[in-house]
T-cell receptor, first 115, second 115 residues
Framework: GNSVTQMEGPVTLSEEAFLTINCTYTATGYPSLFWYVQYPGEGLQLLLKATKADDKGSNKGFEATYRKETTSFHLEKGSVQVSDSAVYFCALSNAGGTSYGKLTFGQGTILTVHP | GAGVSQSPSNKVTEKGKDVELRCDPI?????LYWYRQSLGQGLEFLIY????????KSGLPSDRFSAERTGGSVSTLTIQRTQQEDSAVYLC?????????????FGDGTRLSIL
């Protein structure tokens, strides 16, 4: 079955530091990959996505590249801000078959950014 | 525009009682998903609806859990004879199509606490 593994958290950084959150996956076929973010007191929001190998998703200064050869989708940001403090979830979904697009999530990584 | 709406936002009930959780998806979204977010288990898929039918109920943890969707719109998740392990945040999401590469739009969730 499908699975997603994220780096253990929590992650604590100073403002303007470089961020990497590792994500690897196991899946059949050719899944689509997502990063979702949950800000304090808010619901899950899509941060970025990539639907095929070598695609790069980007949004709000965050980037992630779909690497089929290493089954990875690591999240990066060059300079984090206090407002980036949140929980980040890596997720995948399969098109077609009996998967119906349901998401399989990683365990989430708590990011705290200090001024 | 309106997003996914869930009610109630918080529910506290006694063990053994039945509860109903409601989800109103984005208008025109045919696919609807329920997930559960708990401390020990992370984010887990529960059930998927396409229109009014539920082709995938594989994530429902026991026969105390059921869900329905009427008119291809509002969905209700019912938990009978609640147990303490049912305490979690129940999330609803919708997407235009269940094609796997469509991002899902999440509601803010219902926080369920079983005393």
């Amino acid at each position: 079955g499908n699975s997603v593994t994220q780096m253990e958290g929590p992650v604590t950084l100073s403002e303007e530091a470089f961020l990497t959150i590792n994500c690897t996956y196991t899946a059949t076929g050719y899944p689509s990959l997502f990063w979702y973010v949950q800000y304090p007191g808010e619901g899950l929001q899509l941060l970025l996505k990539a639907t095929k190998a070598d695609d790069k998703g980007s949004n709000k200064g965050f980037e992630a590249t779909y690497r089929k050869e290493t089954t990875s989708f690591h999240l990066e940001k060059g300079s984090v801000q206090v407002s980036d403090s949140a929980v980040y979830f890596c997720a995948l979904s399969n098109a077609g078959g009996t998967s119906y697009g349901k998401l399989t999530f990683g365990q989430g990584t708590i990011l705290t950014v200090h001024p | 525009g309106a997003g996914v709406s869930q009610s109630p936002s918080n529910k506290v009930t006694e063990k053994g009682k039945d509860v109903e959780l409601r989800c109103d998806p984005i208008s025109g979204h045919t696919a609807l998903y329920w997930y559960r977010q708990s401390l020990g288990q992370g984010l887990e898929f529960l059930i998927y609806f396409q229109g009014n039918s539920a082709p995938d109920k594989s994530g429902l943890p026991s026969d105390r859990f059921s869900a329905e969707r009427t008119g291809g719109s509002v969905s209700t998740l019912t938990i009978q004879r609640t147990q303490q392990e049912d305490s979690a945040v129940y999330l609803c999401a919708s997407s235009p199509l269940p094609t796997g590469n469509q991002p899902q739009h999440f509601g803010d969730g219902t926080r369920l606490s079983i005393l």
